[in-house]
């Protein structure tokens, strides 16, 4: 969650447009009910979702070993009593998690390069082609999946300031970028719906601020989580606000999740920014709270 934005008016323009979108699809989903003790789970999504913890972090990561990341779903499958399937890629967007050889932001490829994540270390699951595709094979072997959930959309903003001229500041960029992700949203979700038949419960996460205390930070990052909110409910999907969840921690620090202990501390005593496990285990109880069934205490 770099810069989604830098002017105020850019937010206005693409809030319009989000406003305007129209739902694609209505879904029902039933919520789980009881400890969910047979089912199982399936999480999508970025380095988020992976939990990708960056080299200059003391301890350094293991990047050899996927499982010795640990991040959010693996927190919510234990408060669910299920066995969880993390699809998630660092670097993952809303394109490449659709389209084979898709511009990405660091999962296949990177920016002016044919090599990320995926072409040198190990995922949490093993898998050939796209993260969708993934997710269909997987949702038709495992019918009793009880929960499905995705955390996806801030890589294309990334990959917008990357690789434009304007760093994707200017109106026409931010609403190219709008409509892109809520059309592969759309697009993941029928799937998901369509191809899959999951009438389970899909919870979308949204994201967090960098910084409470500025304004336009935040605005940023509530545009993009407008856009998956309005993505998701069409199709019965619930929100979990991972806003709302470091907010009021940040703001006891002085609107900063870093001061707050929720994103990974650096050895120069700033953070990066992907969540701490404090900040994992926010974001966990988000989806809980949406879900119904809360982490036994």
Not at 51 to 70: D, K, L, M, T
Not at 214 to 228: C, E, G, M, N, T
Not at 283 to 296: D, Q, S
């Amino acid at each position: 969650m770099r810069s989604l934005i830098r002017r105020t008016a850019v937010v206005t323009t693409a809030a319009a447009v989000v406003a305007g979108l129209t739902p694609a699809l209505s879904a029902s989903a039933k919520p789980l009910t009881g400890s969910a003790k047979n089912g199982t789970y399936l999480a999508l999504g970025d380095s988020v979702a992976f939990g990708y913890v960056p080299s200059e972090a003391v301890p350094a990561p293991n990047y050899r070993s996927a499982h010795s990341f640990v991040s959010y779903p693996e927190d919510v499958a234990r408060a669910l009593h299920v066995r969880v399937w993390n699809a998630a890629c660092p670097g993952e967007t809303t394109a490449s998690m659709l389209k084979p050889a898709a511009p990405s932001n660091g999962c296949e490829n990177s920016p002016g390069s044919p090599v990320g994540y995926r072409t040198q270390f190990p995922l949490h699951v093993q898998y050939q082609g796209t993260q969708m595709a993934y997710a269909l094979k997987y949702l038709a072997a495992h019918r009793h999946t009880k929960l499905v959930t995705i955390n996806i959309g801030a890589n294309d903003a990334f990959l917008c300031q990357e690789t434009t001229a304007d760093h994707c500041t200017s109106p026409a960029e931010l609403v190219a970028l709008v409509n892109k992700i809520q059309a592969n949203l759309t697009a993941i979700y029928t799937q998901i719906r369509n191809v899959a038949h999951y009438r389970g419960l899909l919870v979308a996460l949204t994201y967090y601020s960098l910084d409470y205390s500025d304004p336009v930070q935040s605005a940023q990052s509530r545009l993009l989580d407008a856009v998956i909110a309005n993505a998701t409910k069409p199709f019965g999907g619930k929100v979990a606000d991972g806003f709302a969840a470091f907010k009021g921690p940040s703001e006891a620090s002085g609107g900063s999740p870093c001061a707050a202990g929720l994103l990974i501390k650096l050895p120069d005593g700033t953070c990066n920014i992907h969540p701490s496990r404090a900040g994992h285990l926010l974001l966990a109880r988000a989806i809980e709270k949406v879900v119904g069934t809360l982490a036994p205490k």
